[in-house]
């Protein structure tokens, strides 16, 4: 019985420790979408108008900027990213390896195309992956998780990363304002836009965040996430 109690006020005083992570995360994105945006308009105005591919540059700059500066400040450890490598089965280094080549194969029908879809695909389908997966179903995930305990620990985790990666796309209104059309934006609205993208994005941290469940490293998620923005957009 004294054990069982134990167990159990390690679990509550554990759960008590979400709420505080919660609030963490919400400040850390906001910081990170100020960054972002901050970065995006110094893009915009320093790269030349004339300067070959200066959307996908400025793209590049964006968002390896920001994944560049949250890190160099937190210095987060592989296995808070869930990049860990040891314990990782021969059967998933081998799912890894394949998924690896796939992308590269998909890089390489681009380049074999045009150089600009290939720098669109590096862009957000190598990119803005790897920058998204590290916050979400990596720093943030690790964050949650170990927030909670319990049978239940695994599935808030997933739901709580999925909201939150849903509302980050708001945080994309100046971007998406600036570059979608305008007679888009007076047909259907920024408002409706920014809507559709907190769906969409929902439903990609869903399947996202199951690699990542199912999975427990990043690497599933960075890969569903780069074939979505591949096929997806």
Request: proline letters at 3%; charged letters at 15%.
């Amino acid at each position: 019985m004294l054990v069982m109690n134990d167990s159990i006020s390690i679990q509550q005083a554990r759960n008590r420790k979400f709420w505080p992570a919660l609030l963490y995360t919400a400040g850390f994105l906001i910081v990170l979408q100020l960054i972002r945006a901050a970065l995006d308009l110094a893009a915009v105005r320093l790269l030349p108008a004339d300067l070959p591919l200066r959307s996908e540059w400025s793209f590049l700059i964006t968002f390896g900027g920001l994944t560049l500066i949250w890190l160099l400040v937190l210095r987060p450890t592989r296995s808070q990213l869930g990049l860990e490598i040891s314990g990782i089965s021969r059967t998933s280094r081998i799912i890894y390896i394949g998924m690896g080549a796939i992308l590269l194969l998909l890089f390489v029908w681009a380049a074999f195309i045009d150089l600009r879809l290939l720098a669109t695909n590096l862009a957000t389908a190598l990119v803005l992956p790897i920058a998204e997966e590290l916050i979400f179903r990596g720093y943030l995930w690790n964050k949650i998780e170990n927030s909670l305990t319990g049978r239940w620990q695994q599935p808030l985790t997933w739901a709580v990363t999925t909201a939150l990666f849903a509302v980050w796309h708001l945080g994309y209104f100046d971007a998406v304002a600036q570059n979608t059309p305008s007679e888009v934006l007076q047909e259907t609205g920024l408002a409706f836009i920014m809507f559709t993208k907190v769906l969409i994005g929902g439903a990609l941290g869903l399947l996202a965040g199951l690699g990542r469940w199912k999975t427990q490293r990043v690497y599933a998620a960075v890969f569903i996430h780069a074939m979505w923005n591949t096929f997806g957009r």
